[in-house]
């Protein structure tokens, strides 16, 4: 079992950046694929960004790649997800997730086992 907790939303204008976290707890999640995840009011929710259990596979979603970046930190049980140049398109409620599989890097929401609250980011123009 792995519990995953967010942190870092908030209000932000256009074109500023935010640094999410997600740091969890349970045996052995230093070795799960992590994902972020996004979900705005009255859609689905939807892929941002994927880091394999060693960091050495990373995916984003097109509309953020070249502004977003994924990293992790297992010796703190961590991912990271920093947000550059912000749009008010990124508005959504964010996700972090975690599977583990560890001969491929996720991408879609029915491939994640564990999920966390969510943390809120608004982006105002």
């Known amino acids: 079992q792995v519990q995953l907790v967010e942190s870092g939303g908030g209000l932000v204008q256009a074109g500023g950046s935010l640094r999410l976290s997600c740091a969890a707890s349970g045996s052995t999640s230093s070795t799960y694929a992590m994902g972020w995840f996004r979900q705005a009011p009255g859609k689905d929710r939807e892929f941002v960004a994927a880091?394999?259990?060693?960091?050495?596979?990373?995916y984003y979603k097109d509309s953020v790649k070249g502004r977003f970046t994924i990293s992790r930190d297992n010796t703190k049980n961590s991912v990271y997800l920093q947000m550059n140049s912000l749009k008010p398109e990124d508005t959504a409620v964010y996700y972090c997730?975690?599977?583990?599989?560890?001969?491929?890097?996720?991408?879609?929401?029915?491939?994640?086992?564990?999920w966390g609250q969510g943390t809120q980011v608004t982006v105002v123009s």
């Open positions: 880091i394999g259990w060693n960091g050495g596979d990373i």
């Open positions: 997730a975690a599977d583990s599989a560890t001969w491929y890097t996720p991408v879609l929401v029915t491939q994640y086992e564990y």
